[in-house]
Each structure stands twice: as C-alpha cells, then as structure tokens.
C-alpha cells in the first residue's frame, strides 16, 4: 500500500503561483512512477505531468507545458507540482497518484491516489 497526502492549494490571482506537494508513505517510494491529474467541475479527470522512478522522463500536458513543473524528492517522499502563470482555466481538484515502475499518462494506469487538494484561480 502506498498512502498519499496533498497540499498547497489554494486560492490565487491570475498569473500568480503555488506549489502543490504530495507526501507518500507506505512502500518504497522510489521504486513508483508519479502523476498529477486534476478534475474540474463537470469534467473529466485529466492528465497533468508525470514523473519516472529516476526523475529522468518528466511529461507534461499541452496545456500546461513551460508553465508547470514536476519534481521529486525521494529523500523526503515527496512530488511537487510548481505552478506559474495560473490561468482561471487551471482552476480544478488536483490529484496525485502511483504506479509501480513506468509512467503513464492514462489516469486509469495508477494504483494510488490522494485525496486532492483544491487550486482556484481568480480572473
């Protein structure tokens, strides 16, 4: 079992930034591919950026690409989702997820999930 826990939403101006954090306890930690997806009301949950077990493959969404970036700490056993340029459009639940070895972009490809932590973006 891996356990998943997120923070650092919250509410920002357009153009402003956060930084999402996900802490992972449970198995080893390295040996798991990371996601972040997000949800926003009435739609599906899509896929953000993702990172490998060796932090060498790191791909991201279209729609979020030189702006958001995702990094890992397996010291800490811990993601991070660094957020610049918010838009209104990035406003959604977003979630971060596990999977044993390689990544996926497919949310259903993941094992784990957290419980999501919220991002507003005021226009």
Same mark, same amino acid.
């Given at each position: !079992? @891996? ?9 920002? !101006?357009?153009?402003?930034?956060? $930084?999402?954090?996900? &802490? &992972? ?12 997806? $997000? !949800? =926003?009301? #009435? ?6 950026? =993702?990172? +490998? @077990? *060796? ?16 990094? $890992? *700490? *397996? =010291? ?13 459009? *990035? ?5 971060? &997820?596990? $999977? ?6 497919? &949310?259903? #490809?993941? %094992?784990?999930?957290? !419980? #999501?932590?919220?991002? %507003?973006?005021? +226009?």
């Amino acid at each position: !079992q @891996v356990q998943l826990v997120e923070s650092g939403g919250g509410l920002v !101006q357009a153009g402003g930034s956060l $930084r999402l954090s996900c &802490a &992972a306890s449970g198995r080893i930690f390295r040996n798991y591919a990371m996601g972040w997806f $997000r !949800q =926003a009301p #009435g739609k599906e949950r899509e896929f953000v950026a =993702a990172i +490998s @077990v *060796d932090g060498g493959s790191t791909p991201y969404a279209d729609s979020v690409k030189g702006r958001f970036t995702i990094s $890992r *700490d *397996d =010291a800490k056993n811990t993601i991070y989702l660094q957020m610049n340029s918010l838009q209104p459009e *990035d406003t959604a639940v977003y979630y971060c &997820a596990a $999977r044993p070895l390689g990544i996926l972009l497919a &949310a259903n #490809g993941y %094992t784990y999930w957290g !419980q #999501g932590t919220q991002v %507003t973006v005021s +226009s």
